[in-house]
C-alpha cells in the first residue's frame, strides 16, 4: 500500500490468551513403579534404585500410564541390609 505524506495506518490487534495451571497436591500424587538393581565392588553390594513419582494429571481419579510424572518429588527411603 503506499502512503501520501500525512497519511497513516492504524490497527487493532487483540490476542486472548488462557492458561491453565493444575496445582500438584499431596492427595494427586502416587508411586507408579520401583525398580532396582545390584552391583558388586568386590565383596561390597550397592543397590541402585529408581522411583517413578506421577500424579492424577487427567483428574479422573484413576492411576494410569497417561498421567503426568512429578518432576521434583522428594521421595524417603529406608533401606536395611540382612545378612544372610
Known amino acids: 500500500m503506499s502512503h501520501s505524506h ?3 495506518d492504524s ?3 487483540v490476542m486472548t490468551t488462557t492458561i491453565t ?11 507408579w513403579d520401583i525398580s532396582w538393581s545390584v552391583t558388586y565392588r568386590g565383596r561390597n ?5 529408581t522411583v ?5 494429571s487427567d483428574g479422573d481419579g484413576v492411576a494410569d ?9 522428594t ?7 540382612l545378612d544372610r
Open 65 to 73: 500410564a497417561t498421567d503426568e510424572a512429578v518432576s521434583d518429588a
Open 11 to 13: 490497527a487493532d490487534n
Open 21 to 31: 495451571v493444575k496445582e500438584v497436591t499431596v492427595q494427586s500424587m502416587y508411586v
Open 52 to 56: 517413578t513419582v506421577k500424579w492424577d
Open 45 to 49: 553390594p550397592y543397590l541402585h534404585f
Open 75 to 81: 521421595v524417603y527411603a529406608t533401606l536395611t541390609h
Open 6 to 8: 500525512g497519511e497513516t
